[in-house]
């Protein structure tokens, strides 16, 4: 194996001027970004500059380093596949104080995981590139063009948010610093998430509407209780390395679920749709899925698609179950069974049963208000079941009446689908033995 010294830089600055404006803290926080990278020695190929819009985004083209240029508010999340895909990569952002708003949730969000990346936030305390407009760290009573009469919110604390959200290293400071370059340099050295607010000025608009300098930046940092230094240095499980262990200790296991068997023998000869109308929260989905599991189990190719609103546990929940000795390419059918399990379910089941044949099956529960069809019809009567069923055991009870009354598969293989249930699974055998009797009763002893 060939090895490869890799001379340190004495700058990773390429020859390029910077373009910003005389007096702009841009061109001393990427100086001391340049020390940074040189008191490392990392191999420039080890380094990606990941930038967004504004003019902090222009600045990962003057180094000789690898790059990455995105969407306003996105570069922290670009980083962090970056840094996910090669842990072995040092990535730096570079973004605005504009960009900690618009991008505010990956900011946390990186923060909460851990992921180490070093992020370096240039804070002009507005968006300098676009005219001068309030950014989320304007400061109260600050003049921008979009606070003429001076700005009503509190800024963003950048510092305190990455910290208590569980950023390993927040700190703050100005393009002022001499100490700048050794912070940054630290940052990226410890493990885990770092970032560093730098507050600097922007002479095109904020120092020129609010006649800011230097002084007043540092006693404005004063007055908000955002002093300069550490918000956060600890040290704690950085995401990377700790998905990879995970992964490394999960290696050689199953990826794939694992098939259903097919066991058993299904006498139906074409697709077959039942449609499942009950309650939310009454365990209809899931029975349309044993009944599923069931099916392949049988040789039967099955799909199922479901229907409840967003309240979950209130109002109605549809399941509609199709099983095909051929594959399934479209759930769209014709319902062959429409089944109404619950009152909640009626409205639905009423617009499925109008859409059944002449040879369709209409079944209901007795009790349940009545639906207009054209198809035969059979009431099941839990009185019949032989034991008491809750409100959670009809729909599994329906579903065992309808493999009973069409002989859509062997009932033994509903048995096996939910006996692999984590719980409850004695008593749903109870609840199929039940269904399957209210089904031969109904239909008069003639199955």
Known sequence: MTSVTVTPLGSFRNERSYPFCPGCGHGPILDALDRALTIRKIDPDKVVIVSDIGCSGLSDQYFATSAFHGLHGRSITYASGIKLADPGLEVVVIMGDGGTGIGGAHLINAA???????????????????????????????????????????????????????????????????????????????????????????????????????????????????????????????????????????????????????????????????????????????????????????GLWAAQRDDYPVTVKTGHSVATLVLDPEPIDDVTTIPDVVVLVAPEGRARAAREAARLGADGLFVTVAGLPSVEHHAAMVTLDPADAGMLLAKGDMALACVAAVVTLRDLFPLRALHEAVAAAPKGAERMHEVIEAGAAMAAIAAGGSL
């Open 112 to 298: 909460r995981r851990n992921v180490g990346i070093t992020v370096i936030v240039m804070n002009n305390l507005n968006f300098g590139m676009t005219g001068g407009q309030h950014s989320t760290t304007t400061p109260q009573g600050a003049i921008t063009s979009t606070t003429p009469g001076g700005n009503l919110e509190r800024p963003l604390d950048i510092c305190g948010t990455a910290a208590v959200n569980g950023a390993a290293y927040a700190y703050r400071g100005t393009s002022f610093d001499d100490d700048l370059g050794d912070r940054i340099a630290e940052a990226m050295g410890h493990p885990g998430f770092a970032i560093l607010d730098i507050w600097e000025l922007c002479s095109a608009y904020y120092v020129r509407t609010n006649r800011f300098s230097r002084k007043g930046m540092e006693e404005t940092m004063e007055e908000l209780g955002l002093p300069r230094g550490f918000a956060a240095r600890r040290d704690t499980p950085e995401y990377s390395a700790a998905y990879r262990a995970a992964a490394a200790a999960d290696a050689g296991s199953p990826r794939r679920p694992a098939g259903i068997p097919v066991a058993h023998r299904s006498n139906l000869t074409r697709r077959t749709a039942v449609v499942l109308a009950g309650a939310a929260g009454g365990r209809v989905l899931s029975a349309a899925r044993s009944a599923a599991q069931a099916g392949i189990a049988s």
